[in-house]
């Protein structure tokens, strides 16, 4: 604008004040619209980033939980194939236990009487076998 302090602006020079106003009012407008796309472009790339990280991060700590329950998971069917291994062992020995008892108990009944009939006549047997020893 060339204006002068001695003479007052025209309306020319008002309208061409206004037209470069608007112009740079325009130019502004574009670079701060520029600037706002860019930085909004900036942040759009840094939050996909930053959840692209948080999804590996997520991903990586479900996966060592999955590998952490498979391991327990494991560790129990182990350990309760041992449970089991020591249950049936037991009764096992519990069993032949049992077995051995009543076959004892049915042979003291069943030998008793008999034992009890040949007991003189081993008697006489051993006395005799030690007579023999003793006199030899």
């Known amino acids: 604008m060339t204006t002068t302090p001695d003479r007052e602006p025209t309306l020319t020079d008002v309208v061409e004040q ?7 009012l325009g130019q502004s407008r574009q670079e701060l619209n520029d600037k706002l796309e860019q930085s909004r472009q900036e942040l759009n790339d840094k939050l996909e980033q930053s959840r692209q990280e948080l999804n590996d991060k997520l991903e990586q700590s479900r996966q060592e939980l999955n590998d952490k329950l498979e391991q327990s998971r494991q560790e ?3 350990e309760v194939e041992r449970w089991d291994e020591r249950f049936f ?6 069993l032949t236990t049992a077995r051995t008892i009543i076959i004892t108990a049915g042979s003291v009944v069943i030998l008793s009487p008999v034992l009890q009939a040949l007991a003189p006549a081993i008697q006489t047997v051993v006395s005799r076998l030690v007579g023999i020893d003793v006199a030899q």
């Open 76 to 78: 129990l069917k182990s």
């Open 89 to 94: 062992q037991f009764q096992r020995d519990n």
């Open 18 to 24: 206004i037209i470069a106003l608007r112009s740079d």
